[in-house]
C-alpha cells in the first residue's frame, strides 16, 4: 500500500473511532476551543459539525472562517505520550444548506444519530469544514503533511 493511502487509512480509522473533536476558532486574534461532535467526509475533504448560531464559535467563525480541528485518541494515561495519535485539520468553515445539506446530515446523523433532535432545531446550524491540510501525529513526534486537493 503506498504511503499516502496508508494515511489516508489511518485518518479514516481514526475519524471512525472518535465521535469528538476540539474546534479552534478565533476573533480578533484571540483563539478560542470548542469541544464538538464531527463526521468527516468518505473522501476525507471534509469534516461536518453542527453548533446553535447563538454560540461564540458560531459567531467567531461568522467573522472568519478560519479553523483548526484536532482529533485525537488519548485516553489520559501516561503512555499517551508515545502512543496516541492525533490529526490536526486546518481550512475553512462554512455553513450548509440545501441540497448539500441533507448529504452531510445524513453523513452527520449516521455517527450521531442521538443528535438528530438537535440538528433539525431551526437554531442549529450544520457547518462543514473545507480541510486544506491535515497535520497526522504519531509516535510522540513523528508528524506528516497529507494536503488535500479540492
Given at each position: 500500500m503506498a504511503e499516502a493511502e496508508e494515511l489516508k487509512l489511518l485518518l479514516k480509522q481514526l475519524f471512525e473511532s472518535q465521535?469528538?473533536?476540539?474546534?479552534?476558532?478565533?476573533?480578533?486574534?484571540?483563539?478560542y476551543a470548542s469541544l464538538v461532535a464531527f463526521a468527516a467526509t468518505p473522501d476525507l475533504k471534509h469534516l461536518v459539525f453542527a453548533t446553535t448560531r447563538a454560540t461564540?464559535?458560531?459567531?467567531?467563525?461568522?467573522?472568519?472562517?478560519?479553523?483548526?480541528?484536532?482529533?485525537?485518541?488519548?485516553?489520559?494515561?501516561?503512555?499517551?505520550?508515545?502512543?496516541?495519535?492525533?490529526?490536526?485539520?486546518?481550512?475553512?468553515?462554512?455553513?450548509?444548506?440545501?441540497?448539500?445539506?441533507?448529504?452531510?446530515?445524513?453523513?452527520?446523523?449516521?455517527?450521531?444519530?442521538?443528535?438528530?433532535?438537535?440538528?433539525?432545531?431551526?437554531?442549529?446550524a450544520l457547518l462543514r469544514i473545507k480541510v486544506d491540510t491535515y497535520y497526522l501525529v504519531r509516535r510522540f513526534q513523528k508528524v506528516v503533511e497529507i494536503h488535500v486537493t479540492p
Open positions: 465521535k469528538l473533536a476540539v474546534l479552534a476558532t478565533h476573533n480578533q486574534g484571540q483563539p461564540r464559535k458560531f459567531s467567531n467563525l461568522t467573522a472568519d472562517s478560519r479553523v483548526a480541528m484536532l482529533v485525537d485518541t488519548r485516553t489520559n494515561q501516561d503512555s499517551d505520550i508515545r502512543s496516541a495519535m492525533a490529526a490536526t485539520a486546518t481550512g475553512t468553515a462554512e455553513e450548509v444548506h440545501d441540497p448539500v445539506r441533507e448529504v452531510l446530515r445524513e453523513i452527520y446523523l449516521e455517527k450521531h444519530p442521538h443528535l438528530k433532535d438537535f440538528l433539525h432545531s431551526p437554531t442549529c
